[in-house]
């Protein structure tokens, strides 16, 4: 059975930055489109970052590109989400996935089979 266990949330300052960490066991990693997703209080779960199974490749949401950063190292079984310039609306329980395939440019939920627990993430002064 494949879990994602993500690390790296708390609070941080506007303009603050933070590294998120999710790190897979039980199961393929390496051959896996894996992404981000973060859901706000009262709103839908939405699509972050992805990235390829090799890492050459990655798609971000609008409303954070530039700012973040998706990464992986497959040799531990983990993928990182680098974000800086963090705003208020930013603050959400940001959550790792596993793809169904290891195809690139996936962003909707139905496209990510296996989910963590989340990590809150809050920015605030």
């Known amino acids: 059975q494949v879990q994602l266990v993500e690390s790296g949330g708390g609070l941080v300052q506007p303009g603050g930055s933070l590294r998120l960490s999710c790190a897979a066991s039980g199961g393929t990693f390496s051959t896996y489109t894996m992404g981000w997703f973060r859901q706000a209080p009262g709103k839908e779960r939405e699509f972050v970052a992805g990235?390829?199974?090799?890492?050459?490749?990655?798609w971000y949401a609008d409303s954070v590109k530039g700012r973040f950063t998706i990464s992986r190292d497959n040799a531990k079984n983990t993928v990182y989400l680098q974000m800086i310039s963090l705003k208020p609306e930013d603050t959400a329980v940001y959550y790792c996935?596993?793809?169904?395939?290891?195809?690139?440019?996936?962003?909707?939920?139905?496209?990510?089979?296996?989910w963590g627990q989340g990590t809150q993430v809050t920015v605030s002064s």
């Open positions: 996935a596993r793809g169904n395939t290891g195809a690139m440019g996936a962003t909707t939920r139905r496209a990510y089979g296996y």
């Open positions: 990235i390829s199974w090799t890492g050459s490749s990655t």
